[in-house]
């Protein structure tokens, strides 16, 4: 079965940073695009970033530009976040996710991390 299991979250200072990892199995790591997505209670689910199949391409929401990177590892079957100068806006549960072909294209997600970034 599809699995996505996310670590590395924590409690940091303003400024600091922390890397986030994506384990995944069940499907084709290597040629599905993964994503990153977070959520503060009370509003939407809104979107990081994203990274192609083969890690060639990526793509970040605007308000991460500059200061998150993903990248992925498909020997591990592993995609990260770096995040660096953190804000206490960036506070929430991060939540990996993939999109997967096995019959129909699928979105699957990870249970989530939670990132609080104090001032």
């Known amino acids: 079965q599809v699995q996505l299991v996310e670590s590395g979250g924590g409690l940091v200072l303003f400024g600091d940073s922390l890397r986030l990892s994506c384990a995944a199995s069940?499907?084709?790591?290597?040629?599905?695009?993964m994503n990153w997505y977070r959520q503060t209670p009370g509003e939407e689910r809104e979107w990081v970033a994203t990274?192609?199949?083969?890690?060639?391409?990526?793509t970040y929401a605007d308000s991460v530009k500059g200061r998150f990177t993903i990248s992925r590892d498909n020997a591990k079957n592993t995609v990260y976040l770096q995040m660096n100068s953190l804000k206490p806006e960036d506070t929430a549960v991060y939540y990996c996710?993939?999109?997967?072909?096995?019959?129909?294209?699928?979105?699957?997600w990870g249970q989530g991390t939670q990132v609080t970034v104090s001032s």
């Open positions: 996710n993939a999109r997967v072909y096995q019959f129909r294209t699928t979105y699957y």
């Open positions: 990274i192609s199949g083969d890690g060639s391409k990526t």
């Open positions: 069940g499907f084709s790591f290597s040629t599905s695009a």
